[in-house]
Nanobody, 116 residues
Framework: QVQLVESGGGLVQPGGSLRLSCVAS????????MGWYRQAPGKQRELVAR???????MYDDSVKGRFTISRDNAKNTVYLQMNSLKPDDTAVYYC??????????WGPGTQVTVSP
C-alpha cells in the first residue's frame, strides 16, 4: 500500500521559516519524481517545486530564492525548506510522487498559514 505523509506545517509570521517533510512508503522512492504542490482557498492546486530521481530541480517563480526542495533516498523523504514566508504562501501543501500516470500518488496535505 502506497502512503505519503506530510508534516511540518503550521502557523508562522511573515518572514518566518518552516520545513515540510514527506515520508513515502510502498514505492521505490529513488526512481520517483517528487514534488510539492499547494492549494490556497478558492484557487487551483499549483506546483511549487519538484526534484527528479537524478536531482534535477525546478521551482515556481513565486518561490525561487526562498524555498529549497531536497530529497533523501535513504529515508524515502522529500523536504521543502521555506524561508521568508509571505501571507500569499498560505495554503495546504501536498506531496506528490510521480513515475507514470498509473503510479501517481498524493499525500493528504499539511496546512501552512502565514499571518501576523
Amino acid at each position: 500500500q502506497v502512503q505519503l505523509v506530510e508534516s511540518g506545517g503550521g502557523l508562522v509570521q511573515p518572514g518566518g521559516s518552516l520545513r515540510l517533510s514527506c515520508v513515502a512508503s510502498g514505492i521505490n522512492f529513488s526512481i520517483y519524481l517528487m514534488g510539492w504542490y499547494r492549494q490556497a482557498p478558492g484557487k487551483q492546486r499549483e506546483l511549487v517545486a519538484r526534484i527528479t530521481s537524478s536531482g534535477r530541480i525546478m521551482y515556481d517563480d513565486s518561490v525561487k530564492g526562498r524555498f529549497t526542495i531536497s530529497r533523501d533516498n535513504a529515508k524515502n523523504t522529500v523536504y521543502l525548506q521555506m524561508n521568508s514566508l509571505k501571507p500569499d504562501d498560505t495554503a495546504v501543501y501536498y506531496c506528490n510522487a510521480f513515475w507514470t500516470t498509473a503510479s501517481d500518488y498524493w499525500g493528504p496535505g499539511t496546512q501552512v498559514t502565514v499571518s501576523p
